[in-house]
Every structure is written in C-alpha cells, then in structure tokens.
C-alpha cells in the first residue's frame, strides 16, 4: 500500500513539475523596428515569424516564404519595417503652336514651363541590413507640371527693297554727334529688311540709301572706319549717326557713348 502510494507520489511530482516547466516557456514573440507614418517604434507581436507581423501591419502582398521562423538557426537578426518617403520631380512637355503673326523662323515662348512634384510612399522590408522587399503604397502629386508653351512663326518674312549704292551722293560730308547700339538689339530687324549684328561694321543714318558706305572719323581720337549703312536713325535729336558695337570700338567712341565724328561718303 505505501508502495503504491509512493508511486502515485512520484507521478504527481513529475506531472506537477512538468506543468511548471512547460507554463514556463516563453511565448514566441516576435519583434522588429517599424517606421510608421516616419515615427520610428519598436513592434511586438505573438507570432513566429515576420510574416505575421507583416500580415498585422498590412503587408498583405508581402512574400510569406522569404521570412523563416525567428526560432531558426538561419534566421538573420535585425529585421526592418520601413515606410519609406520619397519626392521626385515630375518633367514637363513643350507646347509649340503655330503663329502666323509672327515672322517665320521666330519663336516667341508664351509660358515658361516648371517641373512637378509628386510624394511617393513605399513598405521596404529590410533583413540583415539589405533591403529585400519594396512595395508603392500611395502616389500623390504634390505640385503639378507646368508645360512651356512657345509661338513658332509662319508669317514670310517681307522682301524689302534695298537701294543701290548707284543712288548714293558720294559728295556727301557732314560733322556732328555720333552714337552706338549695341547687345539689346543683337539679332533684331533693321529698316533694311537686315538683322542686327553688333559685331559688323554697319550704321544708321536718317537719309543716305541702304548699303552706303561711309568713312567715320572720332575727332577725338583721329581714328576711323568705314561702315556700311543699313538701317534707319537715330532717333535722338542732336545726332546724325548710330553706329554700331563693332564700329564704335574700332574709333575708340565706346566708351565715351557718344562723340563729335566727321562722316564722309565713299566708293
């Protein structure tokens, strides 16, 4: 009977001691650093593995099978969930229309364009220290592109009669104030029919037909150079001659802005 007894001692023991050692195990729980709403926490969840966490935080898409158990040897520490934020321009289009107000081969920029922005939100899944999953969560277009919008001529350009040099009063002589134009009217039309090229020796003159040449003498200086009329001016009372940029460095009037010349026609 006391041996019986024992026996029934013994079995309670183990099964007591049993019960206290299993309840004693610890509950799988399974931990990782999430970056939500770019606050930065620890989460902790009852699972044995990541993809139940990843399942609680609304990774649905996420490939379970890339995740093994935190329990396993393989397992690499520090897994990572991030909500990763990221901004990028958007380009913008060229709009070109067709203007037939506008001298062919001219273009005239109506609105200057300006890159978008858009925000774009990713799950990025890290595990020991290398990014292995990526998922777009939400787009959204921060500022909008603005397309640059240009006018392209069509209109032909008019054929402007030019005067023959055989019209020109080759007695033509005359002192008086001089000026010059320059880098603001490079590439504009002139009465001519002509564009604008500061660095040839061209000038303006009220009178004396296109294609003219006159000798320009600086008083100042004594210095010279023959020019070639080409255009209409100036415009400014009190001078009888615009020359140009070119023209008016080669005498040494450039700096001065204007000065008393002698202008003289030549053959």
């Not at 393989?74 to 203007?99: A, C, H, K, S, Y």
């Not at 969560?137 to 350009?157: F, I, N, S, W, Y």
């Not at 002589?173 to 880098?183: D, K, L």
Request: aromatic share 8%; charged share 25%.
């Amino acid at each position: 009977m006391k041996e019986n007894q024992c026996l029934y001692y013994t079995l309670a023991c183990i099964l007591l001691i049993s019960a206290i050692l299993y309840y004693r195990q610890p509950v799988p729980v399974y931990e990782a650093t999430v970056n939500q709403d770019r606050e930065i926490y620890t989460e902790a969840a009852a699972a044995h593995d990541a993809a139940d966490l990843l399942q609680e935080q609304e990774f649905s898409s996420a490939p379970a099978c890339i995740f093994a158990s935190p329990y396993a040897p393989e397992q690499e520490e520090g897994t990572v969930l991030d909500l990763q934020v990221v901004t990028e321009e958007i380009p913008f289009n060229t709009i070109r229309r067709e203007d037939n107000t506008l001298d062919k081969g001219r273009i005239l920029t109506l609105q200057e364009g300006r890159k978008g922005i858009r925000e774009l939100v990713f799950r990025v899944v890290y595990a020991g220290g290398k990014e292995i999953y990526r998922e777009l969560v939400t787009e959204t277009v921060l500022t909008k592109p603005l397309d640059t919008v240009v006018a392209v001529g069509t209109k032909p350009r008019p054929q402007l009669p030019v005067a023959s040099r055989e019209k020109a009063d080759f007695s033509y002589r005359e002192e008086g104030i001089a000026s010059w134009y320059g880098a603001e009217f490079q590439g504009s039309r002139t009465t001519s029919g002509e564009l604008y090229n500061k660095h040839a020796f061209t000038a303006a003159h009220r009178t004396l037909p296109f294609n003219t040449l006159v000798k320009v003498t600086y008083l100042r200086t004594g210095k010279e150079v023959v020019v070639r009329i080409n255009d209409r001016g100036p415009h400014v009372k009190g001078r009888i001659i615009d020359l140009s940029r070119a023209a008016a460095e080669e005498i040494g009037l450039k700096p001065h802005g204007v000065g008393k010349v002698r202008i003289e026609a030549v053959e």
